[in-house]
Every structure is written in structure tokens, then in C-alpha cells.
């Protein structure tokens, strides 16, 4: 598992809190239209502080030019006065707030991809909003599908 | 499938687009500069050439504007067909608490001038990125980022990678000046170059492996 995190708003003075994804896939491989089940765990911050926690599974581009993405699933969870989950569709969670998990089934395209110029890239993404009106993002990239690396050519085509 | 290994390079946009790195401790700082803005009268102009960082500057600066709770808006120009947009955002954000940041002035070509002594009237504080000093502008900041800073800006991403547990890369600090001076300062097409240059490292290691 590769984690990709970054502080956003949070100060750098201020505890940065620790997320954990698991993936029931242990390679974080999956085939086009396999069910993705995922667990997240946040740890090193009080809960209490924690407002709402957003969790995505997104598709981007990374390379040298002009960004894509897209977003497959979202949904977003809001702590209640008393600092717990208030989502009913997912109350079976509340009581291991803000850690959580949820499962969906993976679409056939675009598959992960390692390019030169461009790669392609899905991760499950995890956002964190405190009371403050800070934030804080981890990413948890894992990959769909099977495409080698691409290579560059080692000579001139004739 | 096998297990695979992800090669993160700290040089893709996505890592150096405007906005993204963290703006590097100077005399200069984004809160600093706001406050000048207000010394001129609440309109100035980040100058410097293609590359220098103008876009990132606005960036941040519109962060620190919106810690203070002003209303931001950032418009980019890509051609004069942004007209438009360029005047209706003039027209349509001019409370005293609202900041104002169009980019790419110079996209606007002539029409530009036409439209710089209206922005220049408006109430609020506006903040224009271009290549070249305007007439009835104050110059905000006069970017010329120089190698010392295009060194510190590479080694900030690539301890971001490390961070990650991903493959660390290095460079001499002359092959990082040698780079700078081959791209006459503009950072964009520098790390471009570095970008490549990752590419094909890691590349060669996997074909190693």
C-alpha cells in the first residue's frame, strides 16, 4: 500500500493525524469490475475534533501536463453534537467514528496506467474536516487492471 | 497479478502546478505583500517571465487573503476571448472586501489596455500577473527566481517523495544550476526537464529489476 498525504490547511505546528487504509485485495490489485473492499483507520487525533470525514475513490492523471480525474464514489459523513456519526445509512460505523469502511464495485475503465508523459492513477481518498475549518487529506492509491509499464524506446525506429 | 511498486515522480504537475509548494520563506511573504498591496492603494502587479512562479505567488496570496476572510476570485486568461470574463470580474468584485486576482494579463493583448485604467479605478484590491510592467500600475512584485531558490524548490519535492517511501533521486547541486541556466530561469520548463530526467531513472532501474 502506498500512502500519498497531504497536510492541506493544517498547520505545520499542529498534530497531523495518522490514516491507515486496508484493502481486502492484498496487492491493492483489482480486475475491472471487482468489488473493492476497503477499511480506513484514523488514529493520532481526538475524534471530537473531527466534523466530517469524506470518502472517495478517484481516478487522475499525473504527468507533465493538464490534469483529469474522475470521482466513482463519494459520500460524506458528519459527526453530530456529540462528536459521533450522524449518517443514518451508516450507522452500523458509529461507534468506531471517524474510522470507518465501505465497499463498491470498480468500473472497467481507465485502467491504471504507468506512462512516461502520463500515468494514470485510482486511489481512495479520505478527508478529514476539523472544527477549526482545517482539513486534511490522505489518498491510498491502489490500481485496476494489468498494463505494463510502458518503456522507452531504446532506438530509433527505422 | 503481481505486487507493483508505485513510482511517484515529484516533478509531475500535480506536485509543482501553482498553488501546491508551499511558498518558500522570504522577506517576501504572502501576508507581507498584502500589506504592501494596501499601501498601494489596493492594485498591483506580480511581474516576471514565463515560469518565475507569478501564478504560484497569486495563489498564495489569495490563501493568506482568504485567512483574513476577504472574498477571493482568481480568473486565468487564455486569449483575448477572455474579454469577457476579465471585465465581468472587474465589474462585479469591487467591495473593500473582496481581492481580485486575474492572471495572464498579457492573454488580453491591446484589449488589455483598453481595460487596465478601468480595473485601476475600481473600489477593492485587485492583484494582475504579466510579463511586463503596465501603465498606471504599481509593481507589486518583480519576480527573478535564481538557482539558490530553484535548488531549495527541488529539494522540498523531492523530500515530499521520500516522505511517500518511494524511490529518492539526487542531484548535484551544479547539474540543478546547469538546468536552471539552460531554461533562463523559468521553473516550469526546468522541472519539465527534471520530470524526463526521473522518467527515464526509474525506467532503467525497472528495467534492472
Not at chain 1, 487504509?21 to 488514529?43: I, K, N
Not at chain 1, 486511489?123 to 522507452?152: K, N, Q, Y
Amino acid at each position: 500500500m502506498t500512502e500519498r498525504a497531504t497536510a492541506g490547511e493544517v498547520s505545520a505546528s499542529a498534530t497531523l493525524p495518522r490514516v491507515t487504509v486496508s484493502f481486502a485485495s492484498d496487492q491493492s490489485e483489482y480486475a475491472p469490475g471487482d468489488m473493492l473492499e476497503t477499511s480506513y483507520r484514523v488514529a493520532a487525533i481526538d475524534p471530537a475534533t473531527i466534523t466530517a470525514v469524506e470518502r472517495s475513490v478517484v481516478w487522475y492523471t499525473e504527468g507533465k501536463g493538464e490534469e483529469d480525474f474522475g470521482v466513482v464514489f463519494f459520500d460524506r459523513l458528519l459527526a453530530d453534537s456529540s462528536g459521533t456519526m450522524s449518517d443514518a445509512r451508516n450507522s452500523a460505523a458509529t461507534a468506531d467514528w471517524p474510522s470507518g469502511g465501505f465497499g463498491i464495485r470498480l468500473p472497467s475503465s481507465p485502467l491504471s496506467y504507468e506512462g512516461l508523459i502520463v500515468k494514470i492513477r485510482w486511489c481512495v481518498r479520505v478527508r478529514l474536516f476539523f472544527s477549526s475549518g482545517r482539513d486534511f487529506v490522505s489518498e491510498h492509491v491502489f490500481f485496476l487492471g494489468d498494463i505494463p509499464i510502458a518503456r522507452p524506446l531504446r532506438r530509433a525506429v527505422s | 497479478m503481481t505486487g507493483r511498486r508505485l513510482w511517484i515522480n515529484p516533478f509531475a504537475t500535480r506536485y509543482t502546478r501553482p498553488g501546491v509548494i508551499a511558498w518558500q520563506p522570504t522577506p517576501d511573504s504572502p501576508e507581507a505583500l498584502l500589506e504592501r498591496l494596501d499601501q498601494l492603494g489596493g492594485r498591483g502587479l506580480i511581474c516576471g517571465p514565463h515560469g518565475s512562479g507569478k501564478s504560484t505567488l497569486l495563489r498564495h496570496l489569495m490563501a493568506a487573503a482568504a485567512g483574513r476572510g476577504w472574498k477571493t476570485r482568481v480568473v486565468t486568461l487564455r486569449s483575448r476571448a477572455d474579454f469577457g470574463p476579465a471585465l465581468g470580474a472587474i465589474v462585479a468584485a469591487a467591495g473593500h472586501g473582496h481581492l481580485l486576482g486575474i492572471d495572464s494579463w498579457e492573454k488580453l493583448g491591446a484589449a488589455g489596455r483598453l481595460l487596465a485604467p478601468l480595473a485601476a479605478r475600481r473600489a477593492g484590491r485587485i492583484v494582475v500577473t504579466t510579463h511586463q510592467p503596465q501603465a498606471c500600475w504599481p509593481i507589486l512584485l518583480n519576480l527573478q527566481p535564481d538557482a539558490p531558490t530553484f535548488r531549495r524548490l527541488v529539494g522540498r519535492l523531492l523530500s515530499q517523495v521520500d516522505s511517500r517511501g518511494t524511490m529518492a533521486a539526487e542531484f548535484a547541486a551544479d547539474q540543478l544550476d546547469a538546468i536552471f541556466r539552460r531554461h533562463r530561469g523559468n521553473l516550469r520548463e526546468a522541472f519539465f526537464e527534471l520530470y524526463d530526467h526521473f522518467e527515464r531513472t526509474t525506467r532503467s532501474l525497472i528495467g534492472e529489476a
